[in-house]
């Protein structure tokens, strides 16, 4: 059997790419001199967010996922990131490979919003590999990634945003500033508004100056009537 080791030296935006992409690059080894024809590898990647600090305003941005700091003991859990497939060429002995990963950053998306809340530092990652190797010196021999092999890695919160500012300019998701998002966001977890629909519904209703009740949004916990539910 090819024992493999996965290390990951890096992470990269993708300024390239059609959509917001992130390129991790891994070092794969195998024992010296040892034949590998090719590898399918998967690959789920994992936020863990336990594994960091933040300070106030990342904590009260990140309330809507883990709750006030008091409860973080039991909610800070980790958080899955992304899934890829990636066939790597054949080496002997070692390679390095670029792993993409294409990016969402829609903030309805646990992974958005845990991002976007962070303001500087690190996001400890941790990337799981599973997948099959074609090895053997004379023709093929197929064995499995082992379950356990796995790699950790700190992307820099500067990286996600130079691969968000390259698709998204000046602007973030909805195509508003940072500050008039994270406005947004602040008063959709003030409120507990289940959706952006909802928010701009609350919005519209207190700028004409009436309750966000009495204008067709009900209130929280209330269940739509029939005409509710069944207009356009």
Not at 107 to 125: M, Q, S, T
């Amino acid at each position: 059997m090819t024992e493999l080791s996965f290390v990951c030296t890096g992470v990269r935006a993708d300024r390239y790419a059609a959509a917001p992409t992130l390129l991790f690059r891994l070092r794969i080894t195998a024992a010296p001199e040892t034949r590998v024809h090719a590898l399918a590898l998967r690959c789920q990647l994992r936020i863990e967010p336990a594994r960091r600090d933040y300070d106030p305003e990342e904590a009260a941005a990140l309330a809507d996922l883990f709750g006030t700091r008091s409860r973080w003991g039991s909610t800070l859990k980790p958080l899955q990131f992304a899934q890829v497939s990636h066939v790597v060429p054949g080496f002997t002995g070692e390679t390095e490979v670029d792993l993409p990963v294409p990016c969402s950053y829609d903030l309805e998306v646990a992974a958005g919003r845990y991002f976007h809340a962070l303001c500087d530092g690190e996001v400890p990652l941790l990337l799981l590999f599973s997948g099959t190797v074609f090895a053997g010196p004379g023709g093929f021999q197929v064995f499995p990634v082992p379950w356990h092999k796995e790699a950790e890695c700190r992307l820099p919160t500067a990286v996600w945003r130079e691969m968000t500012d390259t698709h998204f300019p000046g602007c973030g998701w909805l195509r508003l500033p940072r500050e008039t998002l994270d406005a947004l966001l602040a008063f959709r977890s003030r409120h507990a508004l289940p959706s952006w629909e909802a928010t701009v519904r609350a919005l519209l209703a207190a700028a004409d100056g009436a309750g966000p009740a009495t204008r067709g949004f009900p209130a929280a916990g209330a269940r739509p009537t029939t005409t509710e539910r069944t207009a356009p």
